[in-house]
């Protein structure tokens, strides 16, 4: 892998995706046709790994070294976990200042991932899904843009695809930030284990929470929740998660330069931090901008009255 085919692979996914979902939305509106909700995942996550097993088929690199598979020691396994946890409030707050501007799309679509059965529901979202996006994000993706060179660049802009590749703003937003934070995690554990845990502690907690939500909140608060959140609601939110976010996010910093030391890895993240110094090393190619370009188009159709 190499920026290119890293562009490239982007570029397909981005496509596949879009053109499958204009097709379905047809295909509803003209026939009433609409797939469940096990086929339309596994869809979407097939739409990931078959073009990514492609490319990689088609790699000289070895799938270990292209994916980042190696071992972690068990404490930094743990040290990853206190990293999610430390990561969580600047995730929720980039989710929360989203809101201000659009809709929440996860609460949107509550109803739909509710029809499946709870331990259902935790398999997809909490670990299926995670587990393909970091082989496709974390590793075949941002381990060929980093080849250039410059590792923050690298990260950066896997987090940029990965966020982009949610077409829908809310999602993409606090999606890019995650990206950043898993580029790191990767860079100080040298392993793609590290960032597929902690993909799915987040994923798996958010579908937890949609259960237990589900089952204590009556119909009637769920009907009126545009009314009970309001922009003062999500203001004040938002000033108390900014102020949960300095403090989760120094103590998150902490934990990747300890886990980089437990790896024997700390020249390699500080090496990545002072790559944002460095202009040399390229990232971006002609199907990396098109990709982007053709995925923000996508998501800008849903501010056009119809």
């Not at 799938?63 to 040290?79: C, E, Y």
């Not at 982009?164 to 860079?187: D, K, P, R, W």
């Not at 009907?223 to 938002?238: C, G, K, Q, S, Y």
């Amino acid at each position: 892998m190499n920026r290119k085919k890293s562009g490239w692979l982007y570029l397909i996914i981005a496509c596949v995706s879009i053109s499958i979902s204009l097709l379905l939305t047809v295909l509803y509106l003209k026939t009433g046709f609409e797939l469940d909700m096990i086929p339309n995942i596994f869809l979407s996550e097939a739409m990931l790994i078959v073009p990514t097993f492609f490319v990689l088929l088609f790699s000289k690199e070895k799938v270990k070294d292209a994916l980042s598979i190696r071992k972690m020691k068990w404490s930094t396994v743990f040290g990853v976990i206190a990293f999610t946890m430390a990561s969580s409030p600047l995730v929720t707050l980039v989710n929360l200042v989203s809101q201000l501007f659009v809709d929440n799309t996860v609460s949107a679509n509550s109803e739909q991932f509710l029809s499946l059965h709870p331990l259902l529901l935790i398999f997809f979202v909490g670990i299926l899904a995670p587990v393909c996006e970091e082989v496709v994000f974390r590793g075949a993706i941002f381990g060929g843009l980093k080849k250039e060179g410059n590792v923050f660049k690298a990260i950066l802009a896997s987090g940029l695809l990965f966020g982009l590749l949610h077409m829908n703003i809310n999602q993409a937003s606090y999606a890019f930030v995650i990206g950043i934070l898993l580029g790191f995690l990767v860079e100080a554990t040298g392993s793609i284990f590290s960032s597929i845990l902690f993909h799915v502690l987040v994923n798996s907690t958010n579908a937890i929470m949609m259960i237990i939500s589900d089952s204590v909140v009556s119909d009637e608060m769920m009907a009126n929740a545009d009314e009970i959140v309001t922009t003062a609601t999500l203001l004040n939110m938002i000033c108390v998660y900014l102020v949960l976010a300095v403090i989760g996010t120094t103590i998150a910093i902490c934990l990747l330069v300890w886990m980089s030391k437990n790896e024997g890895r700390q020249p390699i993240l500080i090496k990545a931090w002072e790559d944002r110094k460095v202009k040399s090393g390229k990232v971006i190619s002609v199907p990396f901008v098109i990709g982007v370009v053709i995925s923000i188009l996508f998501m800008l159709l849903e501010f056009i009255p119809w």
